[in-house]
């Protein structure tokens, strides 16, 4: 009887625990959402202090990366911005925490796919954290392969503009590319990937992206109906190949589409 009450007593504090989170994590992204910065480093000051950023690395690769090579307007506002040909570079919180999820991950040699990169932000964010995690460039790891694929040629033709802008270097190295295709496909030809990144509602679990995911990988996409419940949700990749399912967040993305639809 008394084990019976010690147990509901663990269970109510856990569940007492669970709530005080998401209340911090609502007020965190509640806070982040109204943010705008006078600066690029200015706006990830303000997305760290709020709990948004919760590592050096990841807050050095988004200061080193200045949103206004990438958004052409109000790029310091915590809120997606048009880019053209229908499409918006979504929010710094959401790519913070794209970062977040996907650190561990990002190491030199690694693998990386970005499935709509749109302009070319988060891939650039992708290069210089795993720069950051070696040597002081990346021609020691040959293996390094960051890929960010766009079905629009206009926008593939625009974030290599915006990364030239930003450093010539990146594409120079060969290391970082950007290619026109179907995301929803993945890009086989750099397969398997340690990390994926999904930019756009995916109406279900990804399949031929989880098949280019390699063991002990990691894939974070929103998945759900356009206009429905949508959730970021995370797939990890064991070293047996078998995949578990977790969902991080609800969220708000347009739909993962190819030119014809």
Same mark, same amino acid.
């Given at each position: 009887?008394?084990?019976?009450?010690k147990n509901k007593l663990q269970g109510v504090k856990l569940f007492v625990v669970e709530i005080i989170k998401l209340g911090l994590f609502v007020r965190a992204f509640s806070m982040a959402w109204r943010s705008v910065g006078a600066s690029n480093e200015d706006l990830i000051r303000q997305l760290k202090e709020y709990g948004v950023i919760g590592s050096d690395a990841v807050a050095k690769a988004m200061i080193d990366t200045?949103?206004?090579?990438?958004?052409?307007?109000?790029?310091?506002?915590d809120a997606p911005q048009p880019i053209g040909g229908?499409?918006?570079?979504?929010? $710094? &919180?959401?790519?913070?925490?794209?970062?977040?999820?996907?650190?561990?991950?990002?190491?030199?040699?690694?693998h990386v796919l970005d499935v709509g990169s749109g302009s070319g932000y988060l891939t650039a964010c992708f290069y210089r954290y795993i720069k950051s995690m070696g040597a002081s460039d990346l021609t $020691? &790891?040959?293996d390094t392969c960051i890929v960010g694929i766009e079905h629009?040629?206009?926008l593939v033709q625009m974030s290599k503009a915006n990364l030239n802008s930003d450093d010539r270097s990146m594409l120079d190295s060969g290391t970082l590319k950007i290619v026109q295709g179907d995301g929803r496909k993945g890009y086989p030809a750099h397969a398997p990937y340690n990390a994926i990144h999904v930019g756009a509602a995916a109406p279900d679990t990804p399949t031929e992206l989880l098949n280019q995911l390699a063991n002990g990988g990691r894939l974070i996409v929103p998945v759900g109906p356009?206009?429905?419940?949508?959730?970021?949700?995370?797939?990890?990749?064991d070293k047996n190949g078998k995949?578990?399912?977790?969902?991080?967040?609800?969220?708000?993305?347009?739909?993962?589409t190819d030119l014809r639809s």
């Open positions: 009887m008394i084990s019976n009450k200045d949103r206004k090579h990438y958004s052409p307007r109000n790029p310091y506002m229908g499409v918006t570079i979504s929010a $710094p &919180h959401m790519h913070a925490f794209a970062l977040e999820y996907l650190r561990d991950h990002l190491k030199p040699g690694a $020691p &790891h040959a629009q040629a206009a356009e206009g429905g419940s949508q959730y970021m949700q995370q797939y990890d990749k995949v578990e399912m977790k969902r991080l967040m609800g969220v708000m993305y347009v739909p993962l």
